[in-house]
């Protein structure tokens, strides 16, 4: 466990560096600076060249465990939703009958009524 939370911190410290890196030559080329991105951004190094190729795939793979996460629970939120909705138009129901005077409008108990002095 303790590797796993090493190895996610230093991808996470990586992939932080490498899109501050490319912010900065983003907002370089707004301001209009003359900066030669390949150069900066390390073309023709194969060293950063891999370093750039694992940390799109690393975020890549995180990307899409979230989508998967997200798809898991879409589709397990779906029963709930639609048991909220048929709730809602459970109720919807009894107030319209209430309304127009299918029902009583004093609400009945199951609860069994106590005498006074009960306690």
């Known amino acids: 466990m303790l590797t796993l939370k090493n190895e996610y911190s230093t991808f996470s410290r990586k992939a932080d560096a ?8 983003l907002d370089r080329v707004q ?5 030669d991105v390949e150069k900066v951004l390390g ?3 194969e060293e950063q060249e891999q370093e ?5 795939r690393n975020i890549a793979e995180v990307d899409q465990l ?3 996460k997200d798809r898991k629970r879409g589709e397990s939120g779906r ?3 639609q048991e909220l ?12 009958q209430g309304a127009a005077g299918d029902i009583d409008s004093k609400p009945q108990s199951n609860v069994a009524k106590r005498p006074p ?3």
């Open 66 to 68: 979230w989508q998967a």
């Open 85 to 96: 909705d048929a709730e809602a138009d459970g109720a919807d129901k009894i107030a319209e």
């Open 52 to 56: 750039w190729r694992d940390v799109l």
């Open 117 to 119: 002095g009960f306690y």
């Open 18 to 25: 490498k899109i501050k890196q490319l912010k900065d030559v």
């Open 79 to 81: 029963p709930k939703e």
């Open 31 to 35: 301001r209009g600076d003359n900066v």
């Open 43 to 45: 073309t023709g190094d």
